[in-house]
């Protein structure tokens, strides 16, 4: 059974960072591209980052570029999303997913960047 | 950046009736690639329709995309109880990936 499981989310200070972990089973995370969509509290979907099937290419949000990191271990079979220098508006539940047609999503896990 | 527009808001309706929500890109949507979304409180996003009209697996037939370029379509042809909730539409065939701003569907 297809599953994605994130976790890593928690209460971090502005500046700070912190890394979210993505585990997937069911099947290997080789096998699509993967994202990374955020919701803030009360509001919709925000579209964050975009790695390619092929693990070569990434594409980020304006919002984030040059201070988030998308990455992989397909040994792990685990996505992650590195967040640095983090602002109050980061603050949001964080949804690992497959590519779009696939419409494979984890639970998501809430990172509040509160001082 | 391709800004997709949602139509409308916010929408009251009772059990049993048809419905419409519209989604308006900005610019052409690549190959068509429109998803549509369902979301329910405290829930993650369930994939309701890719490629403007293509059903995911297990979703009910009464769930119907349509559309092409810039206006799109996703119709619910008789309202179960369980289908209130929010729907967003997002464009895939460009980056940055973009989804609208939702449409709250509400039990009248």
């Known amino acids: 059974q297809v599953q994605l499981v994130e976790s890593g989310g928690g209460v971090v200070q502005p500046g700070r960072s912190l890394r979210l972990s993505c585990a997937a089973s069911g099947f290997s995370l080789s096998d699509y591209s993967q994202h990374w969509v955020r919701q803030a509290p009360g509001k919709g979907l925000e579209w964050v980052t975009l790695l390619s099937k092929d693990g070569r290419s990434k594409y980020y949000a304006d919002s984030v570029e040059g201070r988030f990191s998308v990455s992989r271990d397909i040994s792990k079979n685990t996505l992650y999303l590195e967040m640095n220098n983090l602002k109050p508006e980061d603050t949001a539940v964080y949804y690992c997913a497959t590519q779009v047609a696939s419409g494979y999503w984890g639970q998501g896990t809430l990172v509040t960047v509160s001082s | 950046e391709i800004i997709l527009t949602q139509s409308p808001g916010t929408l009251s309706l009772s059990p049993g009736q048809r419905v419409t929500l519209s989604c308006k890109a900005s610019q052409t949507v690549s190959n068509n690639y429109l998803a549509w979304y369902q979301q329910k409180p405290g829930q993650a996003p369930r994939l309701l329709i890719y490629?403007?009209?293509t059903r995911a697996t297990g979703v009910p037939d009464r769930f119907s995309g349509g559309g092409s370029g810039t206006d799109f379509t996703l119709t619910i042809s008789r309202l179960e109880p369980e289908d209130f909730a929010v729907f967003y539409c997002?464009?895939?065939?460009?980056?940055?990936?973009?989804f609208g701003q939702g449409t709250k569907l509400e039990i009248k």
């Open positions: 997002q464009q895939y065939g460009t980056v940055p990936c973009t």
């Open positions: 490629g403007a009209s």
